[in-house]
């Protein structure tokens, strides 16, 4: 049974009289131990499935199973265990910590809770230990600073251990590198690697950089957003080497000339047509991408909305180009 398994997720927001729809059916399934990093432009709806998932926001439509339950009926004591059990480290690290805190309380205080731990040196023991998991050594250093003496880089570690605090199987990592110096991104990145290979939780990895994606996902799975919808997803060297999806294509070519770190393939460069990107108002029907895509076919491409078909090489496409080629 896999960890996490959703069916056709939907996400309105809004009024009874003005709603939005957000997430457009959207289907996942998260195996324990996995990594899949989540790639899409600004408000395509990354934060808003990173929430359902952490169980910090409700959803209108469609079903998440963790472990096989429902987690929309999860009650009392189950709901808590499962609350507990995914954890979200969010953006911004300088509002995610009480600032009149002691690094040392921040990860005492869900050990007390969540563990029934009450002895300080018992206390001190576990926290000393997940300090220096998270690479906060020598711990003695970080034990009583508040986080107005931290960095950035240093805050998002104490938010990672004061979430091994509780043995999470699942943590969505929501931009968690964005409010950092690049100088220390992938040293952070790695420490979240390594953590996952002691500990065993699964990822559910947010980004808008396709080329910082492709670092925290390879060997795993990846998958691309646009406008609340899932496009593509798949293998991560399968999808940045022979991206199929013209979105994928169009942020493959952008992430090549932004940063250099993809290398270049035979592919040639994929433009979106440039005309204003659609807003969750105003979703444009059959194919959400219909109107910037390059490839649109009138006639069918904005008519008919495409379902994820999984493709022979395992990935899932989002694309009437496509039809015809599934397994
Ligand atoms: N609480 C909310 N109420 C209304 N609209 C929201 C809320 N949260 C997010 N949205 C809208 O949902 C869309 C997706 O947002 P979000 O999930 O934050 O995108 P991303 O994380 O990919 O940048 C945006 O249009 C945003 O304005
Ligand atoms: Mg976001």
């Not at 499935?49 to 952490?54: T, V």
Request: proline share 5%; glycine share 10%.
């Amino acid at each position: 049974m896999p960890l996490i398994e959703l069916k056709g997720i939907e996400k309105e927001f809004g009024s009874a009289r003005n709603r939005t729809k957000v997430l457009r059916s959207v289907d996942l399934t998260i195996d324990r131990g996995q990594t899949i990093c989540v790639v899409g432009e600004s408000g395509c709806g990354k934060t808003t499935l990173g929430k359902i998932l952490a169980g910090l926001s409700t959803y209108s439509g469609g079903s998440y199973l963790f472990e096989g339950k429902e987690v929309s009926q999860l009650r009392g004591a189950d709901w808590n265990r499962f609350r507990t059990r995914v954890q979200m480290i969010h953006q911004n690290p300088y509002e995610s910590l009480n600032p009149s805190m002691m690094v040392f309380d921040m990860i005492a205080n869900p050990l007390r809770r969540h563990k029934g731990m009450r002895k300080t040196g018992e206390l001190y023991a576990e926290v000393s230990r997940l300090l220096e998991l998270v690479g906060l050594v020598p711990v003695d250093d970080f034990m009583d600073k508040y986080p107005a003496f931290l960095s950035g880089g240093q805050r998002q570690r104490v938010s990672i251990a004061r979430i091994l605090a509780l043995d999470p199987d699942f943590i969505v990592v929501d931009e968690a590198t964005s409010m950092i110096d690049t100088s220390l991104r992938i040293s952070l990145l790695s420490t979240l690697k390594d953590i996952q290979d002691r500990l065993g939780c699964a990822y559910f990895f947010i980004t808008h950089d396709l080329a910082l994606g492709k670092y925290f996902a390879a060997g795993k799975k990846m998958m691309i957003m646009y406008l609340g919808q899932v496009v593509e997803e798949g293998d991560t060297s399968l999808l940045v080497s022979s991206p199929r999806h013209p979105y994928t294509k169009a942020i493959l070519t952008a992430a090549r000339g932004n940063t250099g770190i993809l290398e270049q393939t035979a592919e040639e460069r994929y433009e979106l047509l440039g005309v204003d990107i659609p807003s969750f108002a105003n979703i444009p029907s059959g194919c959400p991408l219909h109107p910037r895509c390059p490839q649109c076919r009138k006639g069918l491409c904005d008519v008919e909305h495409p379902g994820l078909v999984r493709l022979k090489d395992g990935r899932r496409v989002s694309c009437l180009l496509y039809n015809g080629e599934e397994e």
